[in-house]
Every structure is written in structure tokens, then in C-alpha cells.
């Protein structure tokens, strides 16, 4: 059809087109709208038909087009208007002719010209309008050539009719709205201005929705225009009646009378306010546009208007109940522009918007489209940032709450880009202004670690493979690495804001204290919390991140908050800041801050990474410093030190040993110049190093500080800055195991600079190397030997007075601490001991050094002397075969000087207690081949005759002396074989001042007088120990006795009866091992005189048994074996040794002097039940070495209460189960010597045939394996088991005697112990030389 149509126009002629339009006009409107139809759909169709017709005669086109332009004013049909409308601008295109768009444009001027009627103008506007957008090149025309037609349509905005206002804006629009914005620019000035000033007073009276839509239309083209905005903002104030501006729904119709406005008031503010009144978002939106496009071109012109028409308090109220995210954007812009006029907060528009800025902050964050929350994250910033800190934004907590947590959800957003710009919100809002009172700390906590959550979100640095292309990614603005990074230096300019809030904080006492804070939550919003937050986050999080990103490509933003946020650490907790300073040294911070001070900041650039760098290596120093006693003194000196030499130090590390050995000249200021340069570097190189970080290698460094020293002797200048010095004898110290030995020149040189010191003890560092460094070379060993070992001792001494307070207060507070842990001795002072000790053994010399410095030097330091000889000569390592035989002379002198020095003195020297206690020392540790044992000549016989005449002069209240005296002469008779001793008992014995010193303390021991103190129990020990084996030596040599020592044996019963459960467990071993020497020789010793009373002999005259056991009696007898009975129940290992000797000796004693008292003692019942208890105790208790020899004892004395079965039973049971090899070498022997008895026939009744061959087993058991052990079995014994019992019809030899013991545990004047050995092997016998 619609072929047949073209060809049947195509056939026509042009005759009969020329009277086409007439005949439209003479066609009903149905038939007009029909065939406008039809040439339209032809147009669409046929592109070209039409055109090809038309241009055969120029007259028949145009005359057609003025037909169809006459039409718009005749026809009064929408549809058909709309029509004739369409089918113009169709021809016109298909045209596209400059003839037909001039007929046209003068068609048009001519109609205008004709002054028609307005209301027949609207189709023509319509038209135009159309055709300029279908057209857009006909615009510039229309601009350039057609200015009169535009005055033309300026005219017509000032009729009232708004559908021709808005049809003329139509034109407008589209002519200002075209692409490119050639016509825009082509506008004729004043018809610009006209325009403009029009539109302002059509905009104000419009009252229909599609003239106001019209009108903001072209206002927002118009506002784009720097031109037209001033024309815009100059114009007058529109004066008139009531306008109202309707919504176009309808729904809601504000209205504002217009009033009188000053005429300085520009109308365009308020036109937009209203705007922003109405109900219609588009229109809120675009008026927020506007603002925005005025403001861009000048805001500092343009913003006061704005705001004195309170044109921010609307944008806020806008921000308040709307979620469009066009709406948001556009008024987050537009108040973004307007803050920046300081008129926006001095008018408290903030204030009044804040809150709802929060509001529609957190209501963003929801939305799709993420620029609209980094907008409005940008506004808070510049408002936390202009705003004026006399006037607070968040007077309460809960502001300040409200707008953190708004903050917190922007930096967990999944995009990085808004979460970067919430860290920008955040560090402007971490300032001192903004927080309220109370302040929130809890709240800072969150958002900080916040922050920190989102690093393992980043992307990490690349490999160093793709470095090349990494940097690459890196310069690209929107790469995800560029991103990230971005975001870590924003997270660090927010922590570093965080650092300097808590700062500002704590110098304020009311913000530090947080005293209103409710006390639900005080525990949790304190600053110290909060500074332990950011150190946790800073150590765990941030410092690996920050390496991590900087480690290929460092960044100097980045790095100088990083550097900042680590200085201002040491200020916030300065408990915490030794270890952390530490850790960061040891961690090679140094090399980080000085590799990128040198990398970045050479040749002056990054001045403020330089200082970043600076600050934190002075404060990392400064710290560590003031861990160290040795720069108390000079502190400042090294502050000013590195304050000043610090930012010049721009230094790759491999150029330091150049600095080092240059030869700078002289300089004028102490802490200025390259010489001072050079101890910087010292100083810097020092304490890396001092915590593990070797800057430079070890022989570098130590040839570079040789070479200093000799470059600063070479100038004439001998004497260093002590801080300098002080370092670089730390460096020789500590580099020189890696490096040469210096020759003497060197020495010499180092020797100069140390002599140039005053006080050496001010260069002293407490380091191992140092003692090795000076011992190293005689020359310096000879000058600061002695010097250095004190020191080192003292600080030893130090370390241990430290640990004793320490623990004397753990003890105050009632905290309970196992015994062995609170003697656990100060790990470094072990290991200090221990450096000692190797060094000892590299240079032996240093032992007389020692030894001189424990009888010269002060108490504190001469035990720490004692301390290390102690050790040394209990170690017995590779030394000299006989250094206790070299020691001896020494100490042979020491004494003499001391018995002189005492002379005519009430009180000894100090160090007396510490050369009595190194002789006790000596004696035990002397190796059993030394002489000592074989003889008591010569020196050793010296050493004893001195110290009995010092004992016996000594006052009895010196117990310090005295202890350590009884100790040594017990040590000399109890370590020599007993046909060795008798010069020395006779020497001994012969003494009247040492019989009456050991009287002195026996009496006062059992003297029931206050008058006098007691003794210490360790003396008592030592004492009863002495007496002890005088009377065993005596009765062995029948020795003469020229004193005797009274005692008294009711006083002894009745303490085993009565005080034991008060006597020390040791003590009571001491004075059963005195009782068992008496018992030995039948008390009748001529060294002690026994006094006995009637409670235990009974009254005279003695009966026949009383006056046998005399001064013991019947009754003494029985009490005493009752005590020991109640003794063996005891838990203690020792008391229980000892009690069982001497029970077998009070036997022995008793069969020798009345066998039926004897017989009496061991057929008790008692004796069943002590029996019974010892074997229910366990296995272990069956096989104990004094329960075998309980029994031994009791089987020898044809005892009833011993059976085979079930006592004899289980103790072969237990051995087979055990096996004897498992046996200790104490209870093998005396197992075999009780299984000898039972096949000796002891046992009454004797056990059966089949048992007597399990006891045969067992015994050639154990022969088998004591002949095994023979070789290696141990000459020394205990106060339990004598290798020789006193026996009276023959002579034997004594090699047995107690240890110089005391207890175990310390014991408060006892400086002896016994050393406990497990499987009940004989203690050792030692001595304690701590008091």
C-alpha cells in the first residue's frame, strides 16, 4: 500500500502539489490529521522521494512550507498542530537546505514582527523549539545572524500566559542546551543578560510545573556560564505580589509571600530556596545543582549571599529525611562549596547541620552507588576541618558517638575509595576540639582498630619481579595498589591524629581522669586503655603493613606518618617503652630509618621525612639510653649530640667507614661539625649493635674505631666526650672476636684514651665481652683489670640485692612461693657468673685478683669475690692440678695480716667470716689425692692453729666469724684419715680459749636466762659437730685434755623428749651425732663432762642398773630409746640417719654396761609397733637404708619384734621385685649385712630351708654387684653410717664424720648446708658461703 501510495505521488506533478496545502485546509481535521499522516509516514519511509519532488521547483517548496507554517496558526486541533508540527520539522530535515531554514527563521521573525496574536505564537515557539533540537546546527544560525528574533522570543516572557513562557523557555532550552555549546558562546551579550534577568522574574512568578521545570532547566544551563552568573547574582530583587510554586503532583503546594527584600539582597538565593521548600526531589536536586554551579566559578564571591539567605540550614534540612542519591550528591557538593566561606560557621551553620549530616552519612553507606557516601564522607572532613575550635560540634557524648560510628561504617566499606576518605574523617575528627566531655576513648578504640581490620584487605606489594611493572600499576591513580596504598597512608595519617589526641589528653588532667564518665564504663573509656590500644594495633598490624608496602617502593608520605606515629609511642606509655624500644632496635629499625633517610632525604629533599626519621631515631635512642646507668651522667650530652647531627646524616650505610676515618679539621662547636659527625655514628653504631642489629660488619667497624681513636690523638686532643668513649670501647669489645689483634701501637692507643678518663667506672658497660677485651691484652689488664672485675662484681651484687627486695616484697603481700623457687638464683647473674668463670679459666691470673679483692674491698663486693672462688673451686675445671695447695700460702697470709690487724681491737675485720669461709671451701673442694688427706703438716697444719686462735678469741656474739671458723677446724678433722689428727686434736684440745668459746655456746644454748640470745642454729650445729669429733679423735689417740666442756645430759633427753617438734630438724642431727660420740665412748669422754640429775639416774644411793648406766640410769635409758623411737617416725631424711645410729649406739652402749637393760629396750612392744609403721610405708620405705639398718640393729641385739614373716618377707619381696642393681650402694651394703645375719642364724625362729636359699640368692647377688662398684665407690661418709664404729677391745681407724652441714633450707646465720644425694647416697660435704 504503501508502494502504490509513492508511486502515485511520485507520478503527480508539481501543479498538482502546489495546491496540496489547499487542499488539506478545505479537509475536515480528521481528514487533515489523516493526510499529514500519510506525508509524514512518506518522509519516514521514502528518505529522499519527497526531497527529490520538491526540489524540481524551489517555488512549489517554499510555497509548501509557508502553507504548513500557515497551518500552525489556523489549525486549533492539538493532534493536528502536533502533526503539522512534526511533518515541518520532517521536511525540513529532509530537506536540509540553508534556503529552507532561513525561509523559515524568516517566517517566523515575520509572524513575530506582525505582532499576531500571543496566543497563536505558542504553536510557532513549540515549533521552533523542536526544530533547534532536531537541528542542532540551526542554533548557531539563529545565535549569529537572527539576533532580532531572539529579542523577539525575549519579549515574549513578558506576557503572562505561562504555556507561551514555557514554550519560549522550550526554545531557550534547546538553544542553549546544544552540543558543543558554539550557540551558547555565540549569544549576543545583552540578549544573554536579558535572558537572564527574565528568567529570574519568570522563575519567581511561575506557578505551573512545567514553567518552573522549564525555568530551572535553563537555569541550570545558565548557571554554567561564568557570564551569566554574575548577571544572575547582580540582578535586582524581584518585586510583586504573591507567587506560589506548586508541586506537580499536586500533593503539596507551598507558598511563600514574597516580601520587601533589601536591595542588597540578591532574589537568586531566595528563588532557590524555594526550591528547596518544595516538596519534589528533582527540583530540591537541581536547585542544589545550581548553588553548586554558581559556587564553582567563584565561591569566595558567591557563597555569602547563599548563606545570609540561609541557604545551608535548607540543604541540611534536605540531608535530614531523604535517601535520593542524586538529592545527596547534589547537596553534599553544593555544601561542600559553601563551607569553604568562613561565613557558613561563624553563622553556626554547622552546628545547626551536623546532625543531620550523620544521618544521611549512615543512610549513604546503605546506597548502590558508593561516590555519593564519599561525598558526604568529604563534607564531614572539611567541616571537622574549618570548623572554629571555640565552637564546639559534639558538646555531649552522644554526638560524638553518633558521628564515630557514621565514620567506623564508612571505613568498613567495601570500597576502598570511601573507606580511604572515612580515615580522612576520622583523623580530622581525632582532634582535641571535637571530643566531648567526657571524652569517648572507647569509641576511638573502635574506630583505630576499625582501620586496622581493613589492612588485611589490602593488596599486598608484588614480588620483586615484577617491580618494573608494579610501579607501573603504582603511578595509575585507579589500580588497586595505588588504591591501597592511598588508603594506608590516610589509615596512618588517621593513627598519627589519634598518637597526638592521646598526647594532647594526657596533659589535660580532667580529659586524662575522665572524671564524668559513668562508672559502668570507666574501666573501659581510659586513656591508658586506649594507648594500649594503639601500641597493640601499631606492634601486631601496622608496622608489618607498612614494611610490607614500603619494602619495594618506598613512599615518603607514607613513611614519614609512620615514623611520626613511632615517636609519639614513647610518650604515651612510658612503662611499656623499654621493651618496645628494644624490640624495635632489635628488629632493625635503625638500618629502616637510616636506609631511607639516606635513600629519600639526601640533597635536601623530603625535609619532612627527614625529620620524621630524626625524631623517632632520637626518641628509639634516647630511650634505650635511659635503660642504661652508665649515661645518666652525660644524657643531655648525647641528646644534643644526635639532635644536631641527626638531620645532616643523609648517609648510605656503606659510606659510613669512609666518615669514620676521615680527618676532619678543627670544629668550633662541640656538637657541630664532621668530628662530631663521626660520634654520632659511634653512638648510632653502638646501640644497634647493642641490640643485635650489625650495621656495618664487625671488622669494619672495629678497625674504624681504632682509627678514630688514633686520628682524635693525632690532632692533640686526648680526652673524648665520655658518651663517645663509652661507645667505642663498647665496639672494640664487642666486634673483636671477628677482627685482629691489635699490636702495640694500638694498645697504646686505646690505653691513652681510657687513662684519659677520670673515672673509668663511667665507661663501664655491663657486657661480657668488655671483661674479655681488657684481660685480652696485658697491658690493659694491668691498669683496668682490677677496676673492671669490681665493677663487674658490684653489678653482680647489685642484681642480687634487686632480686631480694623483689622477692622480700612478694612476700609482704602474701603471695606463696615454693621454697626451691624463691632460692632460684637471677638468671643473668648465673650467666654473669658463669662469663666469669670462663674468663678465670682463660686467664688464672684473675684468682689472686679476686681473692685480693674478697679480704680488701667492702663487704658487698668482697662476697661476690668469695661467690665466684666458691664456684670456681667447686667446679674444678681444667685449672692447675693443685690450686687449692696454691691458695692456701695466699690465705696463710691473709690470716696472719688479719690476727695482726685484730690485735687490740674489740671488733675483726670485715673480712674475716669471708677468708674462713674460702678455707672451708678449700677443704672440701681439695681432690682426694691432695696431701690433705694423708697428712696435718706444714701449711694446712698453719692454717688450723690460726683459725683456733682467732676462734678462740673471737667475742661469742660474732657468729658471722665464728660459723665459718667451727666449720673449717670440724672440715680438717673430719676430711683427714684419723692417725693423720693427732697433732692436730692435741693443738686443739690444748687451746683454753677455743674449749671455752664451744662451752660459751653450749650454755648458752640451754640457758634459761633472756639475758643472753641463742645462738644461731648453725653455730649450735657446728659446734655439737666439733665436739663430736674431738671426742671420737680423742678417745682415739688418748689424747691429753687440759679443759673440758660441760654438759648436760638431762638438758639433752629432754630436748629429744620435749623441744623436738621446736628445734631445727638439722640441729637436732647435729646433737644426736654429739650424743652418739658420747654413747661411743660410754660417756666418758675427758673433752666433754657429763652432768647427769635424778631425772634420770634416779636418788641416791644408785641401785646396782643405775649405777652401770651411770650418769644415763634405768630411766634415762628408757626415755632416751623412747625419743629415738619417736624420732625414727620422722619424715626427714638426715633426722631419720641419725636417729638410728644413735639408737644402735645407746644399744651398744647398754649391752656393754647392762645386757639386760639392753635385752629390756629391744623386746618392747614399742619396738613391734615402730617396726610395723616404718614396713607399712611402701616399698620404697622397706628398702631405705636406715630401715635395714633398724632391723640389722635389732637382729643383733636378739631382738622378738623382728619376724620373717611378714618383716624379712617383704624385704625379700621388694628386692626381687626391685632387682639389685636398682639399689643405691648404702642400702646394698647394708642389705647384705642384714641378710648375713638371717644366714648366720640370728633370726630365732629361723626361716625355712626354701627361704635361706632366696636370701643365699639375693646375697651373691649383691657381692656380685658391690664388687662392681668397689672401683668407683666414694671415700666420703656421713654423720648416718661411720665407716668405723668405736669399738673398746680394739684400735681402728676413723674415716667417717658428719658433712659441714646445716640445713637445707637457709637458714638465717648458717653458711653451711648439706647437699642431699638421691637413693640415700651419703651427703656431700660442703660448705654455703652465701650468710
Given at each position: 500500500m504503501v508502494v502504490a501510495g509513492r508511486s502515485v505521488m511520485v507520478s503527480c506533478?508539481?501543479?498538482?502539489?502546489?495546491?496540496?496545502?489547499?487542499?488539506?485546509?478545505?479537509?475536515?481535521?480528521?481528514?487533515?490529521?489523516?493526510?499529514?499522516?500519510?506525508?509524514?509516514?512518506?518522509?519516514?519511509?521514502?528518505?529522499?522521494?519527497?526531497?527529490?519532488?520538491?526540489?524540481?521547483?524551489?517555488?512549489?517548496?517554499?510555497?509548501?512550507?509557508?502553507?504548513?507554517?500557515?497551518?500552525?496558526?489556523?489549525?486549533?486541533?492539538?493532534?493536528?498542530?502536533?502533526?503539522?508540527?512534526?511533518?515541518?520539522?520532517?521536511?525540513?530535515?529532509?530537506?536540509?537546505?540553508?534556503?529552507?531554514?532561513?525561509?523559515?527563521?524568516?517566517?517566523?521573525?515575520?509572524?513575530?514582527?506582525?505582532?499576531?496574536?500571543?496566543?497563536?505564537?505558542?504553536?510557532?515557539?513549540?515549533?521552533?523549539?523542536?526544530?533547534?533540537?532536531?537541528?542542532?546546527?540551526?542554533?548557531?544560525?539563529?545565535?549569529?545572524?537572527?539576533?532580532?528574533?531572539?529579542?523577539?522570543?525575549?519579549?515574549?516572557?513578558?506576557?503572562?500566559?505561562?504555556?507561551?513562557?514555557?514554550?519560549?523557555?522550550?526554545?531557550?532550552?534547546?538553544?542553549?542546551?546544544?552540543?558543543?555549546?558554539?550557540?551558547?558562546?555565540?549569544?549576543?551579550?545583552?540578549?544573554?543578560?536579558?535572558?537572564?534577568?527574565?528568567?529570574?522574574?519568570?522563575?519567581?512568578?511561575?506557578?505551573?510545573?512545567?514553567?518552573?521545570?522549564?525555568?530551572?532547566?535553563?537555569?541550570?544551563?545558565?548557571?554554567?556560564?561564568?557570564?551569566?552568573?554574575?548577571?544572575?547574582?547582580?540582578?535586582?530583587?524581584?518585586?510583586?505580589?504573591?507567587?506560589?510554586?506548586?508541586?506537580?503532583?499536586?500533593?503539596?503546594?507551598?507558598?511563600?509571600?514574597?516580601?520587601?527584600?533589601?536591595?542588597?539582597?540578591?532574589?537568586?538565593?531566595?528563588?532557590?530556596?524555594?526550591?528547596?521548600?518544595?516538596?519534589?526531589?528533582t527540583l530540591q536536586a537541581t536547585s542544589a545543582k545550581c548553588i553548586a554551579s554558581v559556587l564553582v566559578h567563584s565561591p569566595a564571591q558567591f557563597s555569602a549571599p547563599f548563606i545570609k539567605a540561609d541557604i545551608p540550614e535548607f540543604l541540611f534540612d534536605r540531608l535530614a529525611g531523604s535517601s535520593d542519591e542524586v538529592l545527596l550528591w547534589s547537596v553534599y557538593s553544593c555544601l561542600l562549596l559553601l563551607t569553604e566561606d568562613a561565613l557558613f560557621f561563624s553563622q553556626c551553620h554547622s552546628v545547626y547541620g551536623i546532625e543531620s549530616l550523620v544521618r544521611s552519612l549512615k543512610e549513604a553507606l546503605r546506597l548502590t552507588n558508593l561516590e555519593v557516601p564519599k561525598q558526604g564522607l568529604l563534607l564531614l572532613t572539611e567541616i571537622l576541618e574549618r570548623q572554629p575550635p571555640n565552637v564546639r560540634l559534639f558538646p555531649s557524648g552522644g554526638g560524638f558517638v553518633a558521628v564515630s560510628e557514621a565514620v567506623l561504617a564508612g571505613v568498613s566499606s567495601s570500597c576502598i575509595l570511601v573507606a580511604t576518605q572515612a580515615a580522612n574523617a576520622g583523623s580530622t575528627l581525632l582532634r582535641l576540639n571535637h571530643q566531648s566531655i567526657p571524652v569517648q576513648y572507647r569509641q576511638i578504640e573502635a574506630l583505630i582498630e576499625a582501620v586496622t581490620n581493613r589492612f588485611s584487605e589490602l593488596t599486598p606489594p608484588p614480588p620483586a619481579r615484577h617491580q618494573s611493572s608494579a610501579s607501573l600499576r603504582r603511578s595509575d591513580p585507579s589500580s588497586q595498589a595505588s588504591r591501597s596504598e592511598g588508603f594506608l597512608l590516610q589509615a596512618l595519617v588517621c593513627f598519627q591524629a589519634a598518637c597526638r589526641l592521646a598526647e594532647e589528653c594526657a596533659s589535660e588532667p580532667v580529659l586524662k581522669e575522665n572524671t564524668f564518665t559513668a562508672p559502668s564504663k570507666h574501666s573501659a573509656d581510659t586513656l591508658e586503655s586506649l594507648c594500649r590500644c594503639l601500641l597493640r594495633c601499631c606492634d601486631s598490624v601496622w608496622i608489618p603493613a607498612v614494611i610490607r608496602t614500603c619494602e619495594l617502593a618506598p613512599n615518603p608520605q607514607i613513611l614519614q606518618h609512620f615514623f611520626s606515629v613511632l615517636s609519639a609511642h614513647f610518650t604515651l606509655l612510658p612503662s611499656l617503652m623499654p621493651?618496645?624500644?628494644?624490640?624495635?632496635?632489635?628488629?632493625?629499625?635503625?638500618?629502616?630509618?637510616?636506609?631511607?633517610?639516606?635513600?629519600?632525604?639526601?640533597?635536601?629533599?623530603?625535609?619532612?621525612?627527614?625529620?620524621?626519621?630524626?625524631?623517632?631515631?632520637?626518641k628509639l635512642s634516647?630511650?634505650?639510653?635511659?635503660?642504661?646507668?652508665?649515661?645518666?651522667?652525660?644524657?643531655?650530652?648525647?641528646?644534643?649530640?644526635?639532635?644536631?647531627?641527626?638531620?645532616?646524616?643523609?648517609?648510605?650505610?656503606?659510606?659510613?667507614?669512609?666518615?669514620?676515618?676521615?680527618?676532619?679539621?678543627?670544629?668550633?662547636?662541640?656538637?657541630?661539625?664532621?668530628?662530631?659527625?663521626?660520634?654520632?655514628?659511634?653512638?648510632?653504631?653502638?646501640?644497634?649493635?647493642?641490640?643485635?642489629?650489625?650495621?656495618?660488619?664487625?671488622?669494619?667497624?672495629?678497625s674504624s674505631v681504632v682509627w678514630l681513636l688514633r686520628s682524635v690523638q693525632d690532632q692533640g686532643c686526648c680526652a673524648l666526650p665520655l658518651s663517645v668513649l663509652r661507645s667505642a670501647l663498647y665496639l672494640l669489645a664487642v666486634t673483636q672476636d671477628k677482627s685482629p689483634s691489635l699490636d702495640g701501637a694500638p694498645v697504646n692507643c686505646i690505653s691513652k684514651a681510657l687513662s684519659s678518663c677520670q673515672s673509668f667506672s663511667s665507661l663501664y658497660i655491663h657486657h661480657p665481652a668488655l671483661l674479655h677485651f681488657i684481660f685480652r691484652y696485658?697491658?690493659?689488664?694491668?691498669?683496668?683489670?682490677?677496676?673492671?672485675?669490681?665493677?663487674?662484681?658490684?653489678?653482680?651484687?647489685?642484681?642480687?640485692?634487686?632480686?631480694?627486695?623483689?622477692?622480700?616484697?612478694?612476700?609482704?603481700?602474701?603471695?606463696?612461693?615454693?621454697?626451691?623457687?624463691?632460692?632460684?638464683?637471677?638468671?643473668?647473674?648465673?650467666?654473669?657468673?658463669?662469663?666469669?668463670?670462663?674468663?678465670?679459666?682463660?686467664?688464672?691470673?684473675?684468682?689472686?685478683?679476686?681473692?685480693?679483692?674478697?679480704?680488701?674491698?667492702?663487704?658487698?663486693l668482697a662476697e661476690q669475690a668469695l661467690r665466684v672462688l666458691d664456684l670456681l673451686l667447686r667446679g674444678q675445671r681444667d685449672y692447675e692440678a693443685d690450686l687449692c695447695a696454691n691458695l692456701r700460702p695466699t690465705l696463710l697470709q691473709a690470716l696472719q695480716r688479719l690476727s695482726v690487724e685484730n690485735m687490740g681491737h674489740s671488733d675483726p675485720v670485715n673480712s674475716l667470716p669471708l677468708v674462713l669461709k674460702l678455707l672451708c671451701v678449700l677443704q672440701t673442694s681439695d681432690p682426694p689425692s691432695s696431701s690433705s688427706y694423708s697428712k696435718m703438716d706444714g701449711v694446712h697444719?698453719?692454717?688450723?692453729?690460726?683459725?683456733?686462735?682467732?676462734?678462740?678469741?673471737?667475742?661469742?656474739?660474732?657468729?658471722?666469724?665464728?660459723?665459718?671458723?667451727?666449720?673449717?677446724?670440724?672440715?680438717?678433722?673430719?676430711?683427714?684419715?684419723?692417725?693423720?689428727?693427732?697433732?692436730?686434736?692435741?693443738?686443739?684440745?690444748s687451746n683454753s680459749g677455743l674449749m671455752d668459746q664451744l662451752q660459751t655456746v653450749l650454755s648458752s644454748s640451754t640457758s634459761s636466762s633472756s639475758?643472753?640470745?641463742?645462738?644461731?642454729?648453725?653455730?649450735?650445729?657446728?659446734?655439737?659437730?666439733?665436739?663430736?669429733?674431738?671426742?671420737?679423735?680423742?678417745?682415739?689417740?688418748?689424747?691429753?685434755?687440759?679443759?673440758?666442756?660441760?654438759?648436760?645430759?638431762?638438758?639433752?633427753?629432754?630436748r629429744l623428749l620435749v623441744q623436738k617438734r621446736k628445734t631445727d630438724n638439722l640441729l637436732l642431727v647435729s646433737f644426736l651425732r654429739l650424743l652418739q660420740a658420747q654413747l661411743d665412748v660410754d660417756l666418758a669422754s675427758a673433752v666433754v663432762c657429763v652432768s647427769s640429775g635424778s631425772g634420770l639416774v634416779g636418788l641416791r644411793p644408785l641401785g646396782v642398773e643405775d649405777g652401770a648406766l651411770y650418769p644415763l640410769g634405768t630411766r634415762g635409758a628408757q626415755l632416751l630409746s623412747a625419743a629415738l623411737s619417736g624420732l625414727l617416725l620422722q619424715k626427714h631424711e638426715l633426722l631419720l640417719r641419725a636417729s638410728v645410729n644413735c639408737l644402735s649406739s645407746l644399744l651398744g652402749f647398754l649391752q656393754r654396761k647392762s645386757p639386760t637393760t639392753a635385752k629390756n629396750v629391744?623386746?618392747?612392744?614399742?619396738?613391734?609397733?615402730?617396726?610395723?609403721?616404718?614396713?607399712?610405708?611402701?616399698?620404697?620405705?622397706?628398702?631405705?637404708?636406715?630401715?635395714?639398718?633398724?632391723?640389722?640393729?635389732?637382729?643383733?641385739?636378739?631382738?622378738?619384734?623382728?619376724?620373717?614373716?611378714?618383716?624379712?618377707?617383704?624385704?625379700?619381696?621388694?628386692?626381687?621385685?626391685?632387682?639389685?642393681?636398682?639399689?643405691?650402694?648404702?642400702?646394698?651394703?647394708?642389705?647384705?649385712?642384714?641378710?648375713?645375719?638371717?644366714?648366720?642364724?640370728?633370726?630365732?625362729?629361723?626361716?625355712?630351708?626354701?627361704?635361706?636359699?632366696?636370701?643365699?640368692?639375693?646375697?651373691?647377688?649383691?657381692?656380685?654387684?658391690?664388687?662392681?662398684?668397689?672401683?668407683?665407690?666414694?671415700?666420703?661418709?656421713?654423720?648416718?653410717?661411720?665407716?668405723?664404729?668405736?669399738?673398746?677391745?680394739?684400735?681402728?681407724?676413723?674415716?667417717?664424720?658428719?658433712?659441714?652441714?646445716?640445713?637445707?633450707?637457709?637458714?638465717?646465720?648458717?653458711?653451711?648446708?648439706?647437699?642431699?644425694?638421691?637413693?640415700?647416697?651419703?651427703?656431700?660435704?660442703?660448705s654455703n658461703v652465701s650468710s
Open positions: 506533478d508539481v501543479q498538482a502539489l502546489l495546491y496540496f496545502p489547499l487542499f488539506v485546509f478545505v479537509l475536515q481535521s480528521v481528514r487533515k490529521s489523516f493526510v499529514l499522516s500519510g506525508v509524514s509516514g512518506l518522509l519516514r519511509s521514502s528518505p529522499g522521494a519527497l526531497r527529490e519532488l520538491l526540489q524540481q521547483d524551489l517555488r512549489v517548496c517554499l510555497h509548501f512550507t509557508s502553507s504548513l507554517l500557515g497551518m500552525l496558526h489556523s489549525v486549533e486541533e492539538p493532534a493536528t498542530l502536533g502533526k503539522v508540527d512534526q511533518v515541518l520539522v520532517q521536511l525540513l530535515l529532509e530537506l536540509h537546505s540553508e534556503p529552507s531554514y532561513r525561509f523559515v527563521l524568516d517566517e517566523i521573525h515575520k509572524q513575530l514582527s506582525d505582532q499576531l496574536s500571543v496566543k497563536s505564537l505558542l504553536p510557532v515557539f513549540n515549533f521552533l523549539g523542536n526544530l533547534v533540537e532536531a537541528a542542532p546546527n540551526l542554533a548557531f544560525t539563529l545565535a549569529t545572524q537572527y539576533a532580532s528574533l531572539l529579542d523577539h522570543l525575549c519579549s515574549a516572557l513578558l506576557y503572562p500566559d505561562e504555556a507561551l513562557k514555557a514554550s519560549v523557555l522550550y526554545v531557550w532550552l534547546r538553544l542553549f542546551g546544544t552540543a558543543g555549546g558554539s550557540a551558547t558562546q555565540s549569544v549576543p551579550a545583552a540578549i544573554r543578560d536579558r535572558v537572564c534577568v527574565l528568567l529570574l522574574q519568570t522563575l519567581a512568578n511561575a506557578s505551573s510545573p512545567l514553567l518552573i521545570n522549564k525555568c530551572v532547566g535553563l537555569l541550570s544551563l545558565l548557571v554554567q556560564m561564568g557570564e551569566a552568573v554574575s548577571v544572575l547574582m547582580k540582578s535586582s530583587p524581584v518585586q510583586g505580589s504573591e507567587n506560589q510554586i506548586t508541586h506537580s503532583n499536586n500533593s503539596q503546594t507551598p507558598s511563600q509571600t514574597q516580601e520587601q527584600q533589601p536591595p542588597e539582597l540578591c532574589p537568586l538565593p531566595l528563588i532557590l530556596k524555594k526550591l528547596l521548600l518544595s516538596g519534589d526531589e621493651v618496645f624500644a628494644k624490640k624495635l632496635a632489635s628488629s632493625g629499625f635503625y638500618r629502616l630509618a637510616l636506609e631511607h633517610k639516606a635513600h629519600l632525604c639526601a640533597g635536601n629533599r623530603n625535609p619532612n621525612l627527614n625529620a620524621s626519621c630524626c625524631g623517632f631515631l632520637q634516647m630511650s634505650l639510653l635511659a635503660q642504661s646507668d652508665s649515661y645518666q651522667h652525660d644524657f643531655d650530652e648525647v641528646e644534643n649530640l644526635l639532635l644536631y647531627n641527626l638531620p645532616s646524616l643523609c648517609y648510605r650505610l656503606s659510606d659510613w667507614p669512609c666518615l669514620l676515618c676521615e680527618a676532619p679539621g678543627l670544629q668550633l662547636c662541640e656538637y657541630k661539625g664532621p668530628r662530631a659527625t663521626q660520634f654520632c655514628l659511634l653512638i648510632m653504631l653502638h646501640l644497634a649493635l647493642q641490640q643485635g642489629d650489625r650495621l656495618l660488619p664487625d671488622y669494619t667497624v672495629f696485658p697491658e690493659l689488664a694491668e691498669k683496668f683489670g682490677p677496676l673492671i672485675l669490681e665493677l663487674w662484681l658490684t653489678k653482680q651484687a647489685e642484681c642480687s640485692d634487686s632480686q631480694h627486695t623483689m622477692m622480700a616484697g612478694v612476700q609482704e603481700k602474701g603471695e606463696k612461693r615454693d621454697s626451691q623457687t624463691d632460692e632460684r638464683p637471677d638468671p643473668e647473674t648465673d650467666r654473669d657468673t658463669v662469663e666469669l668463670l670462663t674468663l678465670v679459666e682463660k686467664y688464672p691470673a684473675i684468682i689472686l685478683t679476686l681473692l685480693d679483692m674478697m679480704c680488701t674491698r667492702e663487704a658487698p697444719f698453719k692454717l688450723l692453729y690460726h683459725v683456733s686462735n682467732i676462734a678462740g678469741k673471737l667475742k661469742p656474739t660474732n657468729t658471722q666469724s665464728l660459723l665459718p671458723a667451727f666449720n673449717y677446724l670440724y672440715c680438717c678433722l673430719s676430711l683427714s684419715p684419723a692417725h693423720c689428727t693427732d697433732r692436730a686434736v692435741s693443738m686443739l684440745l639475758a643472753p640470745p641463742l645462738p644461731p642454729s648453725g653455730l649450735l650445729c657446728c659446734c655439737h659437730l666439733l665436739l663430736s669429733s674431738l671426742i671420737t679423735l680423742q678417745h682415739f689417740h688418748s689424747t691429753q685434755v687440759h679443759t673440758s666442756v660441760r654438759w648436760s645430759l638431762d638438758s639433752a633427753v629432754h629391744v623386746c618392747q612392744p614399742w619396738s613391734r609397733f615402730l617396726l610395723n609403721c616404718m614396713m607399712s610405708s611402701g616399698e620404697s620405705c622397706c628398702l631405705h637404708p636406715a630401715v635395714l639398718r633398724l632391723i640389722s640393729t635389732l637382729l643383733q641385739h636378739r631382738s622378738t619384734a623382728v619376724l620373717w614373716a611378714p618383716d624379712l618377707l617383704q624385704v625379700m619381696e621388694a628386692v626381687e621385685r626391685r632387682g639389685v642393681k636398682e639399689l643405691s650402694e648404702d642400702a646394698a651394703q647394708t642389705l647384705r649385712q642384714l641378710l648375713t645375719q638371717i644366714l648366720d642364724g640370728v633370726l630365732q625362729p629361723p626361716p625355712s630351708v626354701e627361704d635361706r636359699l632366696r636370701v643365699m640368692s639375693v646375697v651373691e647377688s649383691l657381692d656380685l654387684q658391690i664388687q662392681a662398684e668397689s672401683c668407683s665407690q666414694s671415700l666420703q661418709s656421713d654423720v648416718l653410717y661411720p665407716s668405723y664404729q668405736v669399738k673398746h677391745t680394739q684400735t681402728h681407724r676413723l674415716t667417717c664424720c658428719t658433712p659441714t652441714l646445716t640445713s637445707c633450707r637457709k637458714l638465717k646465720h648458717a653458711p653451711v648446708r648439706v647437699q642431699h644425694t638421691q637413693g640415700g647416697e651419703h651427703p656431700e660435704c660442703t
